[in-house]
């Protein structure tokens, strides 16, 4: 196999990577950050140490790299929308509203949910004035 170096300037930093097939690689993902590589260690709650092959993924951004520490949100910042399933449409609306996210469109029970301080969007469905599916979204659905 044939690996292809590259440089790659990211928010002043300098990463190089090699592009090739990878083997089964480990997971890491939180919110919409999801990281893989050949390891991964936890070094603190916030921070990971990957080693070879790792690829960086948020949104539509991607990178890879050999090694990397990365720095990755708490996952007590962000939101779980599970917590909402099986809640009345009003029960639903008011835990929305009171963890900072605001409705951006609305069709036939089917609503797009924004919060601005977590960049999260939200999809929910109600059915029978319950809240049936709660999924996150690509942010680019709430029209940011």
């Given at each position: 196999m044939k690996w292809v170096n590259k440089m790659l300037v990211v928010a002043g930093c300098v990463a190089s990577f090699s592009v090739g097939a990878q083997a089964e690689a480990q997971r890491y993902s939180?919110?919409?950050l999801e990281v893989?590589?050949?390891s991964i260690e936890v070094l603190e709650p916030t921070l990971l140490h990957a080693k070879g092959?790792?690829?960086i993924t948020q949104g539509d951004s991607e990178i890879k790299t050999d090694e990397a520490q990365i720095k990755v949100p708490n996952k007590s910042d962000l939101f779980d929308a599970s917590i909402l399933k099986?809640?009345?449409?009003m029960d639903g609306e008011i835990k929305l509203y009171k963890e900072g996210f605001l409705p951006m469109n609305s069709s036939q029970g089917e609503t797009y949910w924004w919060n601005p301080d977590k960049?999260?969007?939200l999809n929910t469905k109600v059915e029978s004035g319950y809240y049936a599916e709660l999924t996150q979204v690509d942010n680019s659905e709430c029209d940011t």
């Open positions: 939180v919110g919409d893989r590589a050949d092959n790792v690829v099986g809640k009345t449409a960049k999260v969007c």
